[in-house]
């Protein structure tokens, strides 16, 4: 199978921020700017797999500064990592203050999906042509996020399954935010 570069499946989305997108608090909707991150994910996933692609997870989504109505907001996607028949697609959002000429950069994450054939079994992508050093340090620390994240899983698994409310619990959570008042009585 032949390889696709990083450039080839670059995408760059630019929405003006309306009214509509506001949440109670007069800010973009975080819910919105990642309904749009997943769709820039998908165009960028789907140019270089060349199939239909579906998000299966969204890592590390931080809000760095809020979103105002009236900003041109962009998303800068590319294909950071390949697997057998998944997706690493990074995506950086920048919003611009198109009165001030302001820009901010508001959001950076990793959506993870897989290509599928048209019965919906999943196929393997084309691997990445890594053409700059920039290309190799993103690929190489989306393996490196996906090894950590799959440990941390694990460790949490064996944590909820070997898990026991006792004295070294309660003296862990004893400067906590929390009260421990169970219905029976330990």
Known sequence: MEGQAVSYSKTVITELMIPSYANF??????GTLLSLMDKVAYACASK?????CVTVAVGGVNFLQPVE???????????????????VVGIKVIA????TGVVKHTNTSYFTLVAKDDSGKLIEVPPLILESEEDVRRFHSAGRRHRLRS???????????EFKLNEQVRADLADERCIIRLDNNE
Do not use: C, D
């Open 69 to 87: 109505v009236g900003e041109l907001v962009s998303m800068l996607a590319s294909v950071n990592y390949v697997g057998r028949t998944s997706l």
């Open 151 to 161: 440990e941390l899983f694990r460790a949490m698994e064996v944590h909820r399954e």
């Open 48 to 52: 270089h797999a060349r199939a239909y």
């Open 25 to 30: 608090g007069g800010k973009i909707h975080g």
């Open 96 to 99: 611009e203050n198109v009165q």
